[in-house]
RNA sequence: CGCGGGGUAGAGGAGAGGCACCUCGGGAGGCUCAUAACCUCCAGACCCCGGUUCGAUUCCGGGCCCCGCAACCA
């Protein structure tokens, strides 16, 4: 007798000085799947979506488009928010840094790490380069200049609070040393390797009078919280902590198993940082957290002076929901860099969608509506067994599902039932029925990667008739 | 010796200690239920050099070549 154990899913907030960019879209479309693949199998799922909305690049965009900062992240958040609708997202939250609710929990996080005494005051000693408005490192530096405005940083010193990461290093090479909690194995390895070279005390605060968009810092008015510290708390906050009135945190967090997604730049934050900060106020670590790559464009790293930023939206509106859906989950690598083009996409979802799925849902379903009285009976399945999506291997499942339509078109082309249905009916009607039910399990396994696609096929059989086209074919 | 990933048919990708798979493209047939769709067959590949092994493209070492990251740039 094994109780069901909830499941907490999250994704990385976006950081709302721009638009959602494929990588987002790619650790979405992952994570819902995930979390559709679980209610599936009936468990309790918390779904945690959202956008980070402090810091400086956010108020010097909102200055420089002469908007209030908050009206300035009111648009984006609901850009993101319109991803919901554009790639059927099913997620339970969506959170916003701003929410006052989320503020409160951010202050009361680093109420709780000084308590534990791991925050102090220190003069922070740095080079300031006015043009940036920023604090650079020798590394940002080019020969001693800063490289976007060819100026030598002044030497700049401001008191910040600091946050005692260092304190933490034993326990971050203890957690990364347990295999699983950070996925795929080499990416644990990889920041096991960081740890180990040192941690460095992190500085989580800003003088209001150089950056004062974030949450005040309790107790000194002057400054406001580095903006990593208030957003990493959302992961918590977004479960009702710290007064979890309706018992989700207790529920998913501390009960539950909790997965967050992220991408690879995302490692020192997700695997470090806020881990360190959850072991000051003991919290529970989270119990994994899965690394996915990059989405490059012709080789090189999407930028728009090169011009090959490919946008999700544009990939919705052209080849729609379900298709984008596929193409982030199939033909994206889960864990490693991939490269996409509308070439590639275009052959793709012409060779797999419209040709594939598309055409062997059309010739099934016209055989059953032409020479089958009835509808094929089919009982809904509430499961799903695909022992690899609890492995996150996307494209290993679809494949799978793809070398099932490709049998099914075999299949049709080797025992000819439209042609047997002229001599041997009853044994033809056989065969289409054989076909009906095969078609039914393509969509019951595609139920969580393209739900609306799965919905009509499913509809389609239960009324006996041919749909309309699944996929619409490109115009050339 | 900073850390890490990778080099698979014409192109783009999976893969795994023992028939190397998929999509597109090329060549030859077939079928007509289907969205000028579908099926069959053919040509075509595991960077180089060593090692481990009965056997490696897959593991180990070296070489050559690509590519990320190198801490507050969220």
Same mark, same amino acid.
């Given at each position: 007798?094994?109780?069901?154990?909830?499941?907490?899913?999250?994704?990385?907030?976006?950081?709302?000085?721009?638009?959602?960019?494929?990588?987002?879209?790619?650790? #979405?479309?992952?994570?819902?799947?995930?979390?559709?693949?679980?209610?599936?199998?009936?468990?309790?799922?918390?779904?945690?979506?959202?956008?980070?909305?402090?810091?400086?690049?956010?108020?010097?965009?909102?200055?420089? =488009?002469?908007?209030?900062?908050? *009206? $300035?992240?009111?648009?984006?958040?609901?850009?993101?928010?319109?991803?919901?609708?554009?790639?059927?997202? /099913?997620?339970?939250? #969506?959170?916003?840094?701003?929410?006052?609710?989320?503020?409160?929990?951010?202050?009361?996080?680093?109420?709780? &790490?000084?308590?534990?005494?791991?925050?102090?005051?220190?003069?922070?000693?740095?080079?300031? &380069?006015?043009? &940036?408005?920023?604090?650079?490192?020798?590394?940002?530096?080019?020969?001693?200049? &800063? %490289?976007?405005?060819?100026?030598?940083?002044?030497?700049?010193?401001?008191? *910040?609070?600091?946050?005692?990461?260092?304190?933490?290093?034993?326990?971050?090479?203890?957690?990364?040393?347990?295999?699983? /909690?950070?996925?795929?194995?080499?990416?644990?390895?990889?920041?096991?390797?960081?740890?180990? +070279?040192?941690?460095?005390?992190?500085?989580?605060?800003?003088?209001?009078?150089?950056?004062?968009?974030?949450?005040?810092?309790?107790?000194?008015?002057?400054?406001?919280? $580095?903006?990593?510290?208030?957003?990493?708390?959302?992961?918590?906050?977004?479960?009702?902590?710290?007064?979890?009135?309706?018992? @989700?945190?207790?529920? #998913?967090? =501390?009960?539950?198993?909790?997965?967050?997604?992220?991408?690879?730049?995302?490692?020192?934050?997700?695997?470090?940082?806020?881990?360190?900060?959850?072991?000051?106020?003991?919290?529970?670590?989270?119990?994994?957290?899965?690394?996915?790559?990059?989405?490059?464009?012709?080789?090189?790293?999407?930028?728009?002076?090169?011009? *090959?930023?490919?946008? %999700?939206?544009?990939?919705?509106?052209?080849?729609?929901?379900?298709?984008?859906?596929?193409?982030?989950?199939?033909?994206?690598?889960?864990?490693?860099? /991939?490269?996409?083009?509308?070439?590639?996409?275009?052959?793709?979802?012409?060779?797999?969608?419209?040709? +594939?799925?598309?055409?062997?849902?059309?010739?099934?379903? !016209?055989?059953?509506?032409?020479?089958?009285?009835? %509808?094929?009976?089919?009982?809904?399945?509430?499961?799903?067994?695909?022992?690899?999506?609890?492995?996150?291997?996307?494209?290993?499942?679809?494949?799978?599902?793809?070398?099932?339509?490709?049998?099914?078109?075999?299949?049709?082309?080797?025992?000819?039932?439209?042609?047997?249905?002229?001599?041997? %009916?009853?044994?033809?009607?056989?065969?289409?029925? @054989?076909?009906?039910?095969?078609?039914?399990?393509?969509?019951?396994?595609?139920?969580?990667?393209?739900?609306?696609?799965?919905?009509?096929?499913?509809?389609?059989?239960?009324? *006996?008739?041919?749909?309309?086209?699944?996929?619409?074919?490109?115009? !050339?």
């Amino acid at each position: 007798m094994s109780e069901k154990i909830p499941k907490y899913i999250t994704t990385t907030l976006p950081y709302v000085n721009a638009s959602p960019h494929m990588g987002h879209a790619l650790e #979405f479309v992952q994570a819902d799947t995930l979390a559709r693949f679980w209610r599936l199998q009936d468990e309790d799922v918390f779904f945690n979506m959202g956008v980070d909305e402090h810091g400086q690049k956010v108020s010097r965009k909102a200055d420089e =488009e002469g908007v209030s900062r908050q *009206n $300035y992240v009111d648009k984006y958040a609901s850009e993101v928010k319109e991803l919901k609708s554009a790639l059927n997202l /099913s997620y339970d939250n #969506f959170i916003r840094t701003t929410d006052t609710a989320h503020k409160e929990a951010a202050q009361e996080m680093w109420r709780r &790490c000084d308590a534990a005494g791991d925050i102090y005051k220190k003069k922070y000693t740095g080079l300031y &380069c006015v043009g &940036c408005e920023a604090f650079k490192i020798d590394t940002d530096l080019v020969e001693g200049k &800063c %490289p976007d405005h060819k100026t030598e940083p002044e030497g700049v010193e401001e008191e *910040n609070y600091f946050f005692r990461l260092s304190k933490y290093q034993t326990f971050l090479e203890e957690f990364l040393s347990k295999e699983g /909690s950070v996925l795929p194995n080499w990416r644990r390895q990889e920041a096991l390797k960081f740890v180990q +070279g040192g941690l460095e005390d992190l500085s989580i605060s800003r003088e209001k009078s150089r950056m004062d968009w974030g949450v005040e810092v309790p107790g000194d008015d002057n400054h406001v919280m $580095y903006v990593w510290f208030d957003a990493l708390t959302n992961y918590i906050s977004t479960l009702g902590w710290p007064k979890d009135f309706e018992g @989700k945190f207790s529920k #998913f967090w =501390e009960q539950g198993e909790t997965l967050q997604l992220a991408g690879k730049d995302q490692v020192r934050f997700q695997v470090v940082i806020w881990q360190a900060m959850l072991k000051s106020v003991n919290l529970k670590a989270t119990d994994t957290i899965f690394i996915h790559g990059f989405i490059n464009s012709e080789g090189h790293k999407m930028s728009k002076s090169l011009g *090959n930023v490919i946008d %999700p939206y544009e990939l919705v509106k052209k080849y729609g929901t379900d298709a984008t859906r596929y193409i982030m989950l199939r033909h994206v690598h889960p864990v490693d860099d /991939s490269d996409l083009t509308w070439e590639k996409m275009d052959e793709v979802y012409t060779a797999n969608l419209v040709n +594939g799925l598309g055409n062997l849902t059309a010739r099934i379903m !016209k055989m059953a509506e032409t020479h089958l009285e009835s %509808p094929v009976t089919v009982t809904d399945k509430t499961t799903m067994d695909a022992e690899a999506l609890k492995h996150y291997q996307f494209q290993a499942v679809m494949d799978g599902i793809w070398a099932a339509i490709g049998a099914m078109d075999e299949y049709i082309a080797e025992n000819e039932p439209f042609k047997v249905i002229k001599t041997e %009916p009853e044994q033809a009607k056989e065969m289409i029925v @054989k076909l009906v039910k095969d078609l039914q399990e393509i969509a019951e396994s595609l139920v969580v990667f393209m739900p609306q696609t799965a919905e009509t096929i499913l509809q389609a059989i239960k009324e *006996n008739k041919k749909p309309e086209n699944l996929f619409a074919r490109l115009e !050339k």
